[in-house]
């Protein structure tokens, strides 16, 4: 009988072992999801200023009753852009409190000028220390906060269309009806 040479079984067994991790990979549940470390935590430190002529977004806001939302943008950010109008329209339903991410106050102020300002109050962080602190990767990023301070809920990228409709919303709505119970 021959000898098989290891080196004739090892490509063929790596390869299998990495189509196996891959379609493992590829069938696990919410693949594009990225969860938060923070979730079922109390909210992280909220940045001690704010942009000019706004009010002061505080620690104290995201421990007040009710669902809240925390949203981190930036005027040089287009997904922000995009986003914007949701936003205008959840803060007519729930507080929306804003961190305005690594921007220029005069850019920000004028971002929210044209598309108009659906923050209750807004946090400036002009080095990003609260976004690393919070987990934030990039902007928009938009956590759901319950009435004591407690992470639920984050979802990085833009609140629109599909996205809005299987992923936040529901989470929001489950949120909203935890709270009326």
Not at 11 to 33: C, D, H, Q, T
Not at 69 to 81: D, G, H, K, Q
């Amino acid at each position: 009988m021959a000898r098989l040479s290891p080196l004739v079984v090892l490509p063929p067994a790596i390869f299998a072992g990495l189509a196996a991790m891959f379609l493992w990979g590829m069938n696990r549940e919410n693949v594009g999801e990225n969860p938060s470390a923070l979730a079922g935590r109390e909210a992280p430190a909220v940045p001690a200023q704010t942009l000019p002529d706004k009010v002061q977004l505080t620690d104290a806001m995201l421990r007040e009753p009710g669902v809240k939302l925390v949203n981190f943008w930036a005027s040089w950010c287009p997904p922000c852009r995009v986003e914007h109008p949701v936003l205008m329209e959840l803060s007519q339903e729930i507080p929306v409190y804003g961190v305005a991410l690594r921007d220029n106050p005069d850019n920000a102020l004028a971002f929210l000028a044209e598309g108009g300002d659906p923050y209750h109050a807004i946090g400036d962080d002009p080095r990003g220390r609260t976004a690393i602190d919070w987990g934030v990767t990039a902007p928009p990023e938009t956590f759901i906060l319950d009435g004591n301070g407690r992470i639920l809920y984050r979802f990085a990228g833009p609140i629109v269309g599909a996205d809005y409709q299987t992923r936040f919303r529901p989470e929001l709505d489950r949120a909203l009806a935890a709270e009326a119970q």
